[in-house]
């Protein structure tokens, strides 16, 4: 720690107030889903709309596939893409058991908090991996800390959906 | 901007992808408040819940605090603060017309972004209004680029509610 100065301090601050906003929003969901009875997470967040069951599932899909974007690893869930992001709640199929679904938001988000322990701020104004060498030449803010940040506007987007569940 | 070095590059590019977040937001408010007739905005979201009309006042209302709390100015709409923040929408006020409210909500985030366009990189990172220069130096977190992160979370939330009008 003998090299940081009150540069480094004050990137640190910023990529840290971030971070603080997407482990808020993680933790809102958990404590809401801990809340809600399987029962009512079935149920749609108004008549017609998504349930419950359908953004919990699109919710882990959605975060695991940021382990790829963000070079952390693989998909951990790679058969929740399918149902979860390019299908509808309507559209027939058959959802896994919301045990199994709290278990994967669990189980990425913590994989996540993991990854993100070990990022250092140059990593953090790095491309992300959709983006082209080239292409981030041009456009320096598609970096992983805009993973991040568009990712907790997603989080809480959907939390203002799933609290109506309550 | 013959002193603008790296580091200051970096500084300007962290802040900016959290104002390019909060405008994206703001911007697709407006283009829904566009897409939805005033009947459709005056619904409830679910049955029971908040309707379109109180969801929009309360986020002119907590925009607008912004002012005070990022030392821009004073509020532009105060007389929301008790109807939209402080009441439910079930308390039985008398809502201002609906085109009034999106005048006021398109007034406040014209404000709003003149004055972030007037903000160098050591306001964003100075105290907001609300906390003390001592809780500041313990919590060097509290500062305005943070009230732009929570505030763009807030209109995500609500945004999320919004759209179930469509």
Known sequence: MSTIT????????????????????VSRITQLLN??????????????KNTG????????????????????????YPQYTEPFVTSSDKSGNQFPAITELKKAWTHVNDELAKGFQGMRLSDWLDRHTSVSAEDFAREPHRNKLNIVISRTSHLAYHLGQLVLLK
């Open 6 to 25: 009150e540069t480094s301090l004050q990137h640190e601050l910023l990529v840290d107030l971030q971070l603080k906003s997407w482990t808020t929003h």
């Open 35 to 48: 809340l809600l009875s399987d029962e009512a997470l079935a149920r749609e967040i108004a008549p017609g």
């Open 53 to 76: 069951t359908y953004i919990l599932g699109h919710l882990v899909a959605v975060n695991d596939g940021m382990r790829k974007l963000m070079g952390l690893g693989t998909s951990l």
